[in-house]
């Protein structure tokens, strides 16, 4: 979705080289930073259930790993425990709470970002809203780094707390982090620049700036998006269909319902395999030909 829309403004950007009234244009302009400011932010906020399911299955001891998202997912890269493993009920707790503050956390940086971004024509002829324009962007592009880097530190502690935590899972997160941090980084250097008009000379427009913005912004963004998009994502950290979705953990009446239902699809799979084992001695008997 977000590589998408950047084929959309890149495309929009093409035009507006070869047409001068849409170069300046308020509402194309608007609509560009606020793409530009939020997108990567909306990229940093899916690290959130990653780690959640990153940490959370790491958790899950032998007696209630049927519960953990990795056990639902098909052909995943973490394997069950072994018989006896503890189950790390408090630590499992407490990485549910952080990542519960986490979601409205990046929530909150996005709408900042928003609304700085939304007013973006209108500092072009106020200088008070311009500051303020600037400030929130600012703040807004601070607070996702600040926020990505906890989501560092919290992997870091996983793997230092978690023996069963999935290396690759844990690597991967090292490589998203480094391409969102390069964007707001970038994005808080570049906003140190300022200038009085839109068409004037400006710090920004050089060759090589340009090229910055591509290398920095544009492309850590790409890559970011194509490996949340691989097959394997789910695998690697065993989201299962929907991720962690669970408060707490299971009740015992929860636990009766998934054992039925478990019960029921194994009789229905049973059924389907018997079906086909039938079939496939028809055609081996030649009965089953027209």
């Not at 990795?70 to 503890?86: I, Q, W």
């Not at 400006?202 to 700036?209: E, G, I, K």
């Not at 636990?255 to 079906?275: F, Y």
């Amino acid at each position: 979705m977000e590589w998408t829309n950047r084929v959309v403004i890149f495309s929009l950007r093409a035009i507006q080289s070869h047409n001068e009234s849409k170069r300046y244009s308020h509402g194309l302009a608007t609509y560009m930073q606020i793409s530009f400011g939020v997108g990567f932010i909306g990229i940093a906020g899916d690290l959130v259930g990653l780690i959640r399911c990153l940490l959370v299955n790491a958790t899950y001891g032998s007696e209630r790993y049927p519960e953990s998202p990795a056990a639902a997912t098909k052909d995943g890269a973490l394997s069950a425990p072994r018989e006896g493993t503890p189950d790390l009920t408090r630590e499992r707790f407490w990485v549910r709470r952080f990542t519960d503050f986490m979601g409205p956390a990046f929530l909150a940086a996005t709408v900042l970002g928003i609304i700085a971004n939304s007013h973006y024509n209108r500092f072009v002829d106020d200088q008070k809203q311009a500051d303020s324009t600037a400030k929130n962007r600012v703040i807004s592009s601070a607070m996702a780094l600040a926020l990505v880097w906890i989501l560092l530190m919290s992997t870091l502690w996983g793997k230092w707390k978690l023996p069963r935590i999935s290396k690759r899972g844990v690597s991967t997160i090292y490589v998203l982090t480094f391409f969102v941090s390069t964007i707001a980084i970038y994005r808080l250097t570049a906003m140190r620049f300022t200038t009085t008009s839109l068409s004037a000379p400006s710090n920004l427009n050089s060759d090589r700036n340009k090229l910055a913005f591509y290398v920095c912004h544009a492309l850590p963004e790409w890559f970011a998006t194509q490996l949340l998009l691989h097959e394997h994502i789910r695998k690697t950290f065993g989201t299962g269909l929907l991720g962690d979705r669970r408060f707490q953990d299971e009740t015992d009446q929860e636990k009766v319902k998934r054992l039925d239902w478990e019960v029921k699809r194994a009789m229905n799979r049973g059924l389907t395999d018997a079906e086909k084992a039938a079939n496939n001695q028809v055609d081996a008997n030649g009965d089953g030909r027209a």
